[in-house]
């Protein structure tokens, strides 16, 4: 019988999430070769293939598919192990989504609250669409993410209701068209399709990306209004009060199912208390 290193484990779990080797090796703080040698050594040990890789995705075989939730288990049970061992002292690796627009407010303050509090802790941190968010939590890729979508989702607590604000440039000018210039995030998201059908004046989308700092650099720089929720407005920016109300949204943090490890149960405090 052999043993099987958890660093192998977590690799095959991050690799699993990624669908990448690069991008997996980002994460987790090695390089792309080392990714590759663990799998490839867990694959040994196992005797068998988990990922069909290609030029352009890396994907689960069925072995892989079955391995997934098992070896998710064995990690959280060995963190578990870690923290009852040190004496209440949490440790373990969390892997955690933020929607793009919560992340310059919200990481630098989860971040100096992990070290003061729970040092032994890992977080990773996957940003994007709060929809895609949701999908890699239910299919066990994350632990955790806060997201914002209209209704509150199962396996979701609630962390604010704050209104939405149109932002803009404190120098911001309308052009003199009168046409609206909008940077917004693509289809799918909840500010976009909460901000649209209030307008009553002529728009267009002068920007349309997923990077929340894409579209803060072209707010920044005047060239374009955003959405934003009330409390997450940084301080280059201010709201625009000329434009129609925009109604509250729910800013929620949706775990995985089959229960959370200790260390992503003091994750999800620290999260809660942010707001």
Request: glycine share 6%; proline share 7%; with cysteine.
């Amino acid at each position: 019988m052999h043993d099987i290193d958890t660093k192998l484990l977590r690799s095959f779990l991050t690799v699993a999430a990624e669908r990448s080797f690069s991008r997996a090796a980002m994460r987790l703080g090695c390089s792309q070769a080392t990714m590759s040698q663990r799998i490839l050594q867990l694959e040994s040990l196992l005797g068998v293939a988990l990922f069909r890789r290609d030029y352009h995705d890396v994907t689960l075989t069925p072995a892989g598919q079955d391995l997934r939730a098992e070896a998710q288990a064995v990690v959280d049970a060995h963190d578990g192990l870690i923290a009852r061992v040190t004496r209440g002292r949490v440790a373990g690796g969390v892997r955690l989504g933020i929607a793009e627009d919560y992340v310059l407010p919200m990481l630098p303050q989860l971040w100096r609250a992990l070290r003061q509090r729970v040092p032994g802790v890992e977080i990773s941190v996957l940003t994007g669409l709060s929809g895609d968010l949701c999908r890699q939590v239910e299919a066990r890729s994350l632990d955790m993410a806060v997201v914002t979508l209209p209704e509150i989702l199962p396996m979701a607590r609630v962390l604010t209701k704050p209104p939405l604000l149109w932002v803009a440039a404190p120098a911001f000018e309308m052009p003199e068209d009168g046409v609206l210039p909008l940077a917004l995030f693509p289809e799918g998201c909840a500010f976009r399709t909460a901000a649209l059908p209030r307008l009553t004046q002529p728009y267009r989308l002068a920007l349309v990306s997923a990077s929340g700092q894409v579209i803060h650099a072209a707010v920044v720089a005047g060239l374009a209004v955003t959405v934003m929720a009330a409390g997450t407005v940084p301080q280059d920016l201010a709201p625009l009060t000329s434009l129609p109300d925009l109604p509250p949204t729910c800013i929620q943090i949706v775990t995985r199912a089959q229960g959370l490890s200790p260390a992503a149960e003091a994750v999800r405090t620290l999260v809660e208390g942010l707001w």
